[in-house]
């Protein structure tokens, strides 16, 4: 079965980098995009950007830009956020999710807290 | 770039029907066909319920049903049910080649 399991919560520091891994089984890696989603504490979904593992081709969103890096390791299935400069507004619970018209497949989301 | 803009709450008796509409420009939901709803229950990740505007994923009720005119794409839930109740969001491509969602909208079963 479909699963993407994504790495544990983190507690980071204000200016400090956070790397998030969503781990893919279940399915061909390669022949499908992953989307990552990300929702503050009470707030609604806001969309990051999305990677496609055939190639590492990335989109971003105009609010990430500069600030994200999407990437994959094919030897793993495995998809990597990073984010950086985080600020207090980055706590929030970071979603992959998988397909490219309609997000089928969900992580289980990390919850990274930014707190001094 | 604003989130779609839907209501903050909707409510239904059980039984009845229920449309969230979710308003963009021509440059996403206007323009494309690539519109998706998803439920989320507290806690835990959204689910799909309808995509590209009108279809239903395999196995789920006929009861959610999707349409879209012009700017705005709605979400109806027919014979409303309890296990109905939580968030909805609406999701549309845009021109940027970048995705938006809505602002969210809470279903309440009176």
């Known amino acids: 079965q479909v699963q993407l399991v994504q790495s544990g919560a983190e507690v980071k520091k204000p200016g400090a980098s956070v790397k998030v891994s969503c781990k893919a089984s279940g399915y061909t890696f390669t022949s499908y995009f992953i989307h990552w989603v990300r929702q503050a504490p009470g707030q609604g979904l806001e969309w990051m950007g999305i990677i496609n593992p055939s190639g590492g081709k990335t989109t971003y969103a105009p609010k990430f830009q500069g600030r994200v890096t999407m990437s994959t390791d094919t030897s793993t299935n495995t998809v990597y956020m990073e984010l950086n400069s985080l600020g207090t507004d980055d706590t929030a619970v970071y979603y992959c999710?998988?397909?490219?018209?309609?997000?089928?497949?969900w992580g289980q989301g990390t919850l990274v807290t930014v707190s001094s | 770039q604003s989130a779609l803009t839907q209501p903050a709450s909707v409510s239904g008796s059980p039984g009845q029907s229920i449309t969230i509409s979710c308003t963009g420009t021509s440059s996403d939901v206007g323009g494309y066909k690539f519109v998706s709803w998803y439920q989320q229950h507290p806690g835990k990740a959204p689910q799909v319920v309808i995509y590209?505007?009108?279809k239903r994923p395999s196995g789920l009720s006929n009861r959610f049903s999707g349409s879209k005119s012009g700017n705005t794409a709605s979400l109806t839930i027919s014979g409303l049910q309890a296990e109905d109740e939580g968030d909805y969001y609406c999701r549309s491509y845009t021109t940027n080649n970048t995705w938006i969602f809505g602002g969210g909208t809470k279903l309440t079963v009176l």
């Open positions: 590209d505007v009108n």
């Open positions: 999710a998988r397909n490219w018209n309609f997000l089928d497949y």
